[in-house]
Structure formats: C-alpha cells, structure tokens
C-alpha cells in the first residue's frame, strides 16, 4: 500500500498541482503552502536580483562588441544570451508565485472567517 504523502510537505510544483487540481485541505495546509510559495519567491528574487546585478555590465559590453542604436535593441540581444534567458524565465516564476500566494492568502482568509462565524 503506498503512503499518502502529508501535503503540508508538498514541494512548490506538489502545491501548484493541488491548487490546479482544487484539492480540499484545512486552512493550516493552506497558511504552510503559503509560507513555502513565500519561501520560494524570496529565493527566486535573490536568483532576479544576481541577474540585474550583472546586467548593466553585460549591457556594457554588448554595446561596446556590437553597433547598437537604443536600449532596446540591447536589451533584445542580452535577452538571447543564457543570463537573459533566466531573466525572463525568473520573471514569469516570480509573477506566478505572486498569484499563488495571492490565491491562498484568499484561501486561508476565507476559511478564517467560516471558522469565526461557526464559533
């Protein structure tokens, strides 16, 4: 017989394939689930903020190599190199957690009030 894995354990992609999936849980999985997606987005934020540190360099030398005519033919040709790449990846994580955490805050507030009008 396989054993149910708790869900107050359940990774980030776990969480999003609960939400997905609209899997009931009580409002203290769903506060966890909000402190994890939080903990995630903090450590992505930290990976954004190694990648915009560098990148005024890299813009730097882009132009310096290569005849550019504004910021955003650059920013175009940074986006093109693997750093950049993550950039946008990170981006869109970022903006996807932000709705998650969102979400389950939404969560955890609506069930906080169902539990204070049942008491």
């Known amino acids: 017989m396989e054993e149910t894995k708790d869900p107050k354990e359940y990774s980030p992609k ?3 394939k609960a939400l997905r999936d609209n899997m009931t849980v009580t409002p203290d999985v769903l506060a966890r689930w909000r402190t994890r997606m939080s903990a995630e987005w903090a450590y992505y934020a930290g990976e954004m ?6 990148k005024a360099k890299i813009w730097l030398e882009i132009k310096a190599r290569i005849d550019v005519k504004s910021d955003a033919q650059t920013d175009r040709i940074f986006a093109t190199t ?4 993550n950039e946008i990846g990170l981006k869109w994580r970022l903006k996807g957690l ?3 955490i969102s979400s389950l805050r ?5 069930a906080q009030t ?4 049942a008491t």
């Open 14 to 16: 776990e969480i999003e």
């Open 49 to 54: 903020e190694n990648i915009e540190k560098s």
């Open 82 to 85: 693997e750093m950049g790449q």
């Open 98 to 100: 932000e709705k998650q």
């Open 106 to 110: 939404q969560e955890v507030d609506t």
């Open 114 to 117: 169902a539990w204070n009008m």
